[in-house]
């Protein structure tokens, strides 16, 4: 499996990401700079976490007209798996891949923190080796988390299944009480109706190895591997 993780002026998790993939797919990724035109050829592309632009006029406005998001477009829309994390996501919905908005937090300040998150579904390229309610521990770190989506849309994500993981306790209670920014519905993560884009604020590429506290990270990236091979073998 062949990655790409795109690098925008400001982005502080691109080496993260990479070092993630490179461990589990076991080949180093592209890094493409935002000022290119074209992606090499890859089968998942990342949009890594930072402050793209130092989130000048609004997260991920500017990075979402950079000149490599066409090619990213293109690629979502033809099928290419596009994991979005924290600014990923923010850049995801500015280019209009995933529905919604990230807003400033609701306590107004930064949150950076291990959360809980309860898994909503298996049944995506991305969540596959995971359990539909499985609690996990995963990091955020963030300013501008607040997920929103008016009441028709919010209908349609559950109707579809199309939310990935929601903020809950320890023992998958969903309370407001877990929820680190005010997302509606306390979301986490949302795929796109071709459940072939991710985007998520927790962190998976903090949270791959032992020595971060926790892998349950990890099994995302592997779920990417496994439906890959899945579909290479036909």
């Known amino acids: 499996m062949q990655s790409a993780v795109i690098v925008f002026p400001g982005s502080n998790c691109d080496?993260?990401?990479?070092?993630?993939?490179?461990?589990?797919?076991?080949?180093?990724?592209?890094?493409?700079?935002?000022?290119?035109?074209?992606?090499?050829?890859?089968?998942?592309?990342?949009?890594?976490?930072?402050?793209?632009?130092?989130?000048?006029?609004?997260?991920?406005?500017i990075a979402a007209r950079s000149e490599?998001?066409?090619?990213?477009?293109?690629r979502a829309r033809a099928g290419v798996a596009v994991l979005g994390v924290c600014n990923g996501f923010q850049i995801l919905t500015e280019v209009g891949l995933l529905p919604g908005a990230l807003?400033?937090?609701?306590?107004?300040?930064?949150?950076?923190?291990?959360?809980?998150?309860?898994?909503?579904?298996?049944?995506?390229?991305?969540?596959?080796r995971y359990k539909a309610?499985?609690?996990?521990?995963?990091?955020?770190?963030?300013?501008?988390?607040?997920?929103?989506?008016?009441?028709e849309t919010l209908a349609m994500l559950e109707d579809e299944g199309r939310i990935a993981f929601r903020y809950c306790e320890g023992s998958g209670a969903i309370t407001?009480?877990?929820?680190?920014?005010?997302?509606?519905?306390?979301?986490?993560?949302?795929?796109?109706?071709?459940?072939?884009?991710?985007?998520?604020m927790p962190h998976p590429e903090r949270a791959i190895e032992p020595l971060h506290g926790g892998t349950d990270g990890r099994r995302l990236f592997e779920s990417v591997v496994a439906a890959l091979a899945a579909m290479a073998a036909g």
């Open 15 to 61: 080496r993260d990401m990479a070092v993630a993939l490179e461990q589990v797919t076991g080949r180093r990724p592209h890094l493409v700079w935002h000022r290119e035109r074209e992606l090499p050829r890859a089968d998942l592309i990342a949009l890594p976490g930072g402050f793209s632009y130092g989130d000048y006029l609004r997260c991920g406005a």
């Open 68 to 74: 490599i998001m066409p090619a990213v477009v293109a």
């Open 103 to 128: 807003m400033r937090n609701a306590g107004l300040s930064f949150v950076c923190r291990t959360v809980r998150v309860r898994v909503e579904t298996a049944d995506s390229p991305f969540t596959r």
């Open 133 to 151: 309610g499985e609690v996990l521990r995963i990091p955020v770190a963030h300013h501008d988390g607040n997920y929103f989506v008016d009441d």
């Open 176 to 200: 407001p009480a877990a929820n680190p920014n005010g997302s509606v519905g306390n979301i986490a993560g949302v795929l796109n109706a071709g459940r072939n884009v991710l985007g998520m």
